[in-house]
């Protein structure tokens, strides 16, 4: 596609509930990024792929946040036993290859709400 | 640890007028700064990446400009549009946290009176 896409857009989730968020990047895309982002605040970064592989994972807030990206295209973020503390948007981009010099481009993000 | 700060937190002018916003980042070691633009329930668009051996870039009514020595960035908006309405983020890439992750700033959200 012309850039990179995410679904849902919006999701509500009871407390409890797992989540699955997917994320479709930039077609030939090499690194893959998941960022949160609280209302009011700046993203922060979650995770990074090269490929299939999850290369840094050191912002993923716990345990129960697992991400994937099994073929080194598409990639889901899976929130287990969801909190409210995790209600955010949660941002995903890619970047044609890896690298500081290459540009990040932004998907339109997922609204997660947990009630 | 990297940190990005963003001043004012809010900014609210009269079309027709230039303003600046500024960045700041506590570690100089970066491999480049980045300005976004964040339209309410919308993702990030970029609007200027400058390497860190650069000083600035121009994009249009856009110029950004980088010290790295000082640890500091500003955003530099000419003529302002009522569309110019938005919330502007700056993000860093620290050479210490990593090249690839971002290091994000607040925001300054940004409102443009007609």
């Known amino acids: 596609g012309a850039g990179v896409s995410q679904s849902p857009r919006y999701k509500v989730a009871k407390r409890g509930q797992d989540v699955a968020l997917r994320c479709d990047p930039i077609?030939?895309?090499?690194?893959l990024f998941w960022y949160q982002q609280a209302l009011g605040q700046g993203p922060e970064f979650l995770t990074y792929?090269?490929?299939?592989?999850?290369?840094?994972k050191s912002g993923l807030p716990s345990d129960r946040f697992f991400a994937e990206r099994p073929e080194g295209s598409v990639s889901t973020l899976k929130i287990q036993r969801t909190q409210q503390e995790d209600s955010a948007v949660y941002l995903c981009?890619?970047?044609?290859?890896?690298?500081?010099?290459?540009?990040?481009?932004f998907g339109p993000g997922t609204r997660l709400t947990v009630t | 640890k990297q940190e990005v700060t963003q001043i004012p937190a809010a900014l609210s002018v009269p079309e027709g007028e230039n303003l600046v916003l500024n960045c700041s980042f506590t570690?100089?070691?970066?491999?480049?700064l980045q300005w976004f633009r964040q339209d309410p329930g919308k993702g990030l668009t970029s609007l200027l990446l400058?390497?860190?051996?650069?000083r600035e870039q121009t994009s249009g009514r856009l110029n950004a400009s980088l010290d790295k020595s000082s640890g500091r960035s500003t955003l530099y908006i000419a003529a302002s549009q009522p569309g110019d309405s938005a919330t502007y983020l700056c993000?860093?890439?620290?050479?210490?946290?990593?090249?690839?992750?971002?290091?994000f700033g607040q925001g300054t959200r940004l409102t443009i009176n007609p």
């Open positions: 570690d100089s070691a970066i491999y480049n």
């Open positions: 400058i390497q860190s051996s650069q």
């Open positions: 077609s030939g895309h090499v690194s």
């Open positions: 792929f090269q490929n299939e592989a999850q290369l840094d």
């Open positions: 993000a860093v890439r620290s050479i210490i946290q990593g090249a690839q992750k971002l290091v």
């Open positions: 981009a890619s970047s044609f290859r890896a690298g500081g010099d290459y540009e990040q481009y």
